[in-house]
């Protein structure tokens, strides 16, 4: 298995697969080809471009746990549900899952680049360094046996603060992501989590919201195909700063 760059920023891992039929390549997640690497006892080569970015000297990596919001969801026992449940954060962040492309960073080191909290009614999804790596989320999924063939609305009251300059600009806002049953098919490991991938997929629908001191309403709508699997909605960040919300509705749109 070779790891190498796919594209700025995007790293691929090419699997070579050798069969009756003969030798073929191909690309997966890096978490998926260092699993397949590790089971069939294959040699891993990183290219020269990839050990440059990613590569830090022994001894210096801290990651520590995954982030609390997210571990929690993940553990033994949490599966999705068929509604949403603690909207109003008087549990915390309970059934609410931190996740992004910065969790599945190489490094681990990255980690811990963003941050969530919930108080007062209000949940805060926030950048932890000046400069975090990909995009974040806080959201829920629910089995979308519920929602077939109808059209669902996820809105609220938003707040967005943060470095917004040229050389540090953030994306914040609300999104639905419907996924088809075929969600875990080769196609869909093959596709690179970034933001311009994310962004691109027709199974999600943003919402992004400008930055500004004062609280506003937002919401975003998608409607739910016959052969949907799941449905997760909620808000995310790409880059420095913060984004707020409250009064968090769930519903069919009527």
Known sequence: MDIDELGPGVTVARIELAGPAGTRHVAARLGEGLAVAATAAAPIRVSDTVMGQLAVPAGTSSPGPLPAPTAAVLRPGRTPRYEPRNMGFADGLDRWLLGGSFAEHASESHWHDYTCAAGHGTAVLSSAVPRPEGFASLGQQMFADDYLGAVIV??????????????????????????????????????????????????????????????????????????CDTVVFGIFLAGPGRIELRDAEFSRDT
């Open 154 to 227: 996820f809105r609220g009251q938003f707040r967005v603060s943060g470095a917004t300059g040229a050389e540090t600009a953030s994306r914040a806002g609300l999104f639905i992501r419907v996924r088809r049953q075929d969600t875990g098919s080769e196609r869909d490991i093959r596709r690179p989590l970034t933001e311009d991938a994310v962004l691109a997929d027709p199974g999600n629908h943003i919402v992004t919201i400008a930055g500004g001191r004062d609280w506003t309403r937002h919401e975003v709508t998608a409607r739910v195909p016959d052969d």
